[in-house]
């Protein structure tokens, strides 16, 4: 019988600085950047956070805490590579992973598809199976005010 685990990850970021904002390996153009140690990728640092916690591997901070210089202005999509890499090494596959990006301004839509292709190669699992959607908080929340942004993540993996 195959194990099926399941992993969860959350990271929200604030607004500040030069845009653009990546997000899910891809650059938006964005009149405000965020503040972050590495690139700020909400969206890959959820999902970073839901492939490790799937294995019951630590989180981002444990792996790669931004008190250590060497992860400054890191890219996050090879940051999940190194994450997937260590899942893979015990044994487990992913079979599916979904995004969710929280934000007012900025829209996803017309960045789907491409975020979906920049993740195919780290994850080592076809667009098919790699869901990224957006929402808004209506207003509400320092998202709704435009002061930052946020992603929530789900994986699935077996072994």
């Known amino acids: 019988m195959k194990?099926?685990?399941v992993g969860f990850g959350y990271d929200a970021h604030r607004?500040?600085?030069?845009?653009?904002?990546?997000?899910?390996?891809?650059?938006?153009d964005h009149?405000?950047?965020?503040?972050?140690?590495?690139?700020?990728?909400?969206?890959?640092?959820?999902?970073?956070?839901?492939?490790l916690g799937s294995a019951a591997a630590g989180d981002i901070g444990s792996h790669f805490p931004s008190s250590d210089p060497q992860?400054?202005?890191?890219?996050?999509?090879?940051?999940l590579r190194q994450?997937?890499?260590?899942v893979f090494d015990r044994g487990y596959d992913i079979?599916?992973?979904d995004v969710?990006?929280?934000?007012?301004?900025?829209?996803?839509?017309?960045?789907?598809?491409?975020?979906?292709?920049?993740?195919?190669?780290?994850?080592r699992i076809p667009p098919a199976s790699i869901s990224v959607k957006a929402t808004t908080t209506d207003g509400l929340g320092f998202i709704g005010?435009?002061?930052?942004?946020?992603?929530?993540?789900?994986?699935?993996?077996?072994r």
């Open 100 to 123: 969710t990006i929280i934000a007012e301004s900025l829209r996803v839509a017309p960045h789907r598809d491409a975020m979906r292709e920049a993740l195919t190669t780290a994850l």
């Open 83 to 86: 994450a997937v890499r260590l």
């Open 3 to 5: 194990e099926q685990r």
């Open 71 to 79: 992860w400054e202005n890191a890219d996050s999509v090879e940051l």
């Open 31 to 51: 009149p405000v950047g965020v503040v972050a140690t590495s690139d700020g990728d909400v969206g890959t640092h959820a999902l970073i956070d839901a492939v």
């Open 145 to 158: 005010t435009d002061q930052g942004l946020a992603a929530y993540a789900v994986v699935t993996i077996q």
């Open 95 to 97: 079979i599916n992973v």
């Open 15 to 28: 607004f500040g600085g030069d845009g653009p904002v990546t997000l899910c390996g891809v650059a938006i």
